[in-house]
């Protein structure tokens, strides 16, 4: 009923950038809260950035002043301006979004399938 795809992933050098996206389709009714998350090999899922439907965000420290969450409600679309990546930034990305369909009263969390971003000199 929903599908979350993310573009964007891909290898750059430290220092350099990317811009991931999310798109969101299906029955939508609205989009709460969506967000990026990260996993490393061998360490937990995490949150990097997260952004409301009024477009306050939060984002962890180990990101914060690099990274930059917004969104565009029309499109249904996330995005994540990546910039002065770090080897340690190295991670499978997945858009999470809380969306609620049409004909339901309450909101769902949905994942897309992940995008790989690899810093390496």
């Known amino acids: 009923q929903v599908q979350l795809v993310e573009s964007g992933g891909g290898l750059v050098q430290p220092g350099g950038s990317l811009r991931l996206s999310c798109a969101a389709s299906g029955s939508i009714f609205s989009i709460n809260a969506m967000g990026w998350y990260r996993q490393a090999p061998g360490k937990q899922r995490e949150l990097v950035a997260a952004?409301?439907?009024?477009?306050?965000?939060n984002y962890a420290d180990s990101v914060k002043g690099r990274f930059t969450i917004s969104r565009d409600n029309a499109k249904n679309t996330v995005y994540l301006q990546m910039n002065s990546l770090k080897p340690e930034d190295t991670a499978v990305y997945y858009c999470?979004?809380?969306?609620?369909?049409?004909?339901?009263?309450?909101?769902?969390?949905?994942w897309g399938k992940g995008t790989l971003v690899t810093v390496s000199s």
């Open positions: 952004i409301t439907s009024g477009g306050s965000t």
């Open positions: 999470n979004a809380n969306i609620r369909l049409r004909g339901l009263s309450y909101g769902m969390d949905y």
